[in-house]
């Protein structure tokens, strides 16, 4: 893929204000894209666009939106949705991990994480399904490496991923008529600044063991950088890949757990061990 394949292309990107979302954002920006970022806080997103602008996108605008609200979704997406020029690139990384045993997670919890996880998804693919139609583009949703396997002790997490991955499937197989492509990621850890405290207060109300805490909740995977898992995302939505799983090696530890459950527990609990 050209690393200006995105220039001058429409790309939106959700949950853009911190994190992965970030990233994408300013790696779009150096490629040239008219960005329009979406995050509930309005601060952050501001200096996100700023950022991006000085890294060379041709445009950058944000929407403040809570994309878990249907009703705030329909109204605050509105300019989007009719927009003439169409949508080429719809990049989804709104997401909340979770530490636990699925059993200790309360009900309101699990309400919580499937808005968050599948909901939020749900809604901005239906909001945006007709301008990408328009430029025959491409829906790419971020899940992890927990959509393809379930460890224990990760709480709502792995569940609300694995409904994910099937709406991707789902998607992927439904919009391709329409000329709209859809792609699941599937990442591993990603190297951040709180990496390793983010879940330490919650495994301890929890009472599980601490070391679940950690990325991936302790699995022995490295933690990815995020501006070269970036770049990967942008380079496979450009080649309309199906999905993006990273580190690849995982796809064999899923096909296992299907075809071979009991191996596939007994890997899985070697990895986390």
Known sequence: MSASHWRGKKVVITGASD?????????????????????????????????????????????????????????????????????DLVIHTVGKSDRGMALQVPPEQWESMFRINLLSAILVAQQLKDPLQKQRGALVLIGSLASKVAPAGMGSY??????LAGLAQQLRLELAGEGIHCMLVCPGPIRRDDAGERYRQLAESRGIDPKLAAPGGGAKVRSLDPVWLSQKILAAAADRKPELVVPSKVRWLAAISQLAPSWGDWILRRKMS
């Open 19 to 87: 994190g992965l979302g970030a990233h994408l954002a300013h790696e779009a920006a150096t490629q040239g894209a008219h960005l329009t970022l979406l995050a509930r806080r309005q601060e952050p997103l501001d200096a996100i666009a700023e950022r991006c602008r000085k890294a060379g996108a041709a445009s950058a605008e944000t929407v403040s939106v809570d994309l878990t609200d249907a009703q705030g979704v329909a109204e605050r997406l509105s300019g989007l949705r009719s927009a003439a020029a169409g949508i």
């Open 158 to 163: 792995p569940t609300v991923k694995f409904a």
